[in-house]
């Protein structure tokens, strides 16, 4: 296994460096679900929302995660309705423990690997999915994330380190 040991940030609320990394990551949390949505169940199945989440948080911090978690779902939600009202607190709740988990990893291991990134990947679809049941009272649709969701969790673990590799050379 692959480890990289990385230059990472923990941009704070005062540097117009994190407003300025959220907003990019942000576009591409509004980007990224459009393309998926080309095809059917796409959102379902590639799970786009969280992707720059991912890596905002794990190469900027959590702060700078936590502007992307919250603010991509509701830009989404507000210009284009998706994702819909009633599961954007499922998704918000997922959102905000990706971004805490993904900067307090890179944080305390200060490095990249596949694991790492499992692992951060595996926590925050476990708690979400726990926290979805709550909200809405239905294990089948709570689950639903491992049962068609798995491509867009392996695209977060490959490409999420993929592209946090590419910005440490940068």
Avoid: C
């Amino acid at each position: 296994m692959t480890t990289t040991t990385t230059r990472l940030y923990s941009l704070g609320y005062t540097q117009t460096k994190t407003y300025l990394f959220a907003a990019a990551f942000i576009v591409g949390n509004v980007a990224l679900p459009q393309l998926a949505h080309f095809v059917p169940q796409g959102g379902f199945i590639f799970l786009p929302i969280y992707f720059f989440t991912l890596i905002a948080s794990y190469k900027y911090g959590w702060k700078a995660g936590l502007l992307t978690a919250v603010l991509s779902p509701v830009v989404n939600h507000l210009l284009f309705g998706m994702p819909p009202l009633a599961v954007l607190p499922a998704i918000l709740t997922k959102s905000i423990f990706l971004a805490m988990a993904a900067g307090l990893v890179a944080q305390n291991y200060k490095k990249v690997n596949l694991l790492l990134l499992a692992a951060v990947v595996a926590a925050y679809q476990l708690f979400g999915t726990l926290v979805e049941w709550a909200i809405l009272g239905d294990f089948f649709v709570a689950i639903q994330d491992f049962r068609i969701g798995v491509p867009g969790m392996l695209i977060q673990i490959f490409g999420g380190y993929a592209i946090i590799k590419y910005l440490l050379k940068r």
